[in-house]
């Protein structure tokens, strides 16, 4: 079975801090992507990566950066956290193109 | 850019019922992905089902089956034989096969189950 696995489920952060959300897959696969989950708004694509070092923009970049130094692991980096990132963040991964996307647990990020 | 569209955000089945949740969305491609993904109480988003758009038979995985319109641009999800398991929220969602990192997803309906 593929697992995606996220560093934590809830998080709590002060305004202006420096966070990071870590996933890791373990099927080798290629692509993987960072979303937010907000009532009402479903999942909107922050950003996501197609291979080591490679990244491209989602629907909501604003605010968030990413990191893929190796293929395993996506890093979600949030560079002064504001209230208004409150919310949860699924990470994803899927292998080819028409294979299925496998998502992580979700982080559950409070910012105070 | 695509659309998903989730017209019910609360469902309510009685156990063994069946329910059907709906989903339109808007595209002018003609090979593209549909999934529904189900996303228990403070639990992980698991696929439920998919369809490739090119098949015109409609996806089954034992009791949750799906009614595919392609013209009408529909993808509904039948649960059959309703279990207090099934209660979670059901996320429709839409994949370009042509942009295939470009996934789109409805707001998402919140099955009840009760007993």
């Known amino acids: 079975d593929v697992k995606v696995t996220q560093s934590s489920r809830y998080l709590v952060k002060r305004t202006g801090e420096k966070v990071f959300l870590e996933c890791v897959q373990d099927?080798?696969?290629?692509?993987m992507f960072w979303y937010r989950q907000d009532p009402g708004l479903g999942l909107r694509l922050i950003y996501f990566?197609?291979?080591?070092?490679?990244?491209e923009k989602g629907d909501i970049p604003e605010g968030y950066s990413v990191s893929r130094e190796k293929k395993e692991r996506f890093s979600l980096i949030l560079e002064s956290a504001s209230t208004n990132q409150t919310s949860m963040y699924l990470c994803?991964?899927?292998?080819?193109?028409?294979?299925?996307?496998?998502f992580g647990p979700g982080t559950r990020l409070l910012v105070l | 850019a695509q659309t998903v569209t989730q017209s019910q955000p609360e469902m309510s089945v009685q156990e063994a019922e069946t329910v059907t949740l709906s989903c339109t969305y808007d595209?002018?491609?003609?090979?593209?992905?549909l999934f529904w993904y189900k996303q228990p109480p403070s639990r992980q988003m698991i696929l439920v089902i998919r369809?490739?758009?090119?098949?015109?038979q409609n996806a089954t995985e034992n009791r949750f089956s799906v009614n595919f319109q392609k013209a009408a641009k529909s993808f509904s999800l039948k649960i059959s034989d309703s279990q207090l398991g099934d209660a979670a929220m059901y996320f429709c969602?839409?994949?370009?096969?042509?942009?295939?990192?470009?996934?789109?997803f409805g707001a998402g309906t919140r099955l009840t189950v009760k007993p």
């Open positions: 994803a991964s899927r292998g080819g193109r028409a294979e299925t996307q496998y």
């Open positions: 099927m080798d696969h290629e692509n």
């Open positions: 990566s197609y291979d080591v070092k490679m990244k």
């Open positions: 595209t002018s491609e003609s090979d593209y992905y």
């Open positions: 369809q490739e758009a090119y098949k015109q």
């Open positions: 969602a839409y994949r370009s096969a042509a942009n295939n990192n470009d996934m789109r």
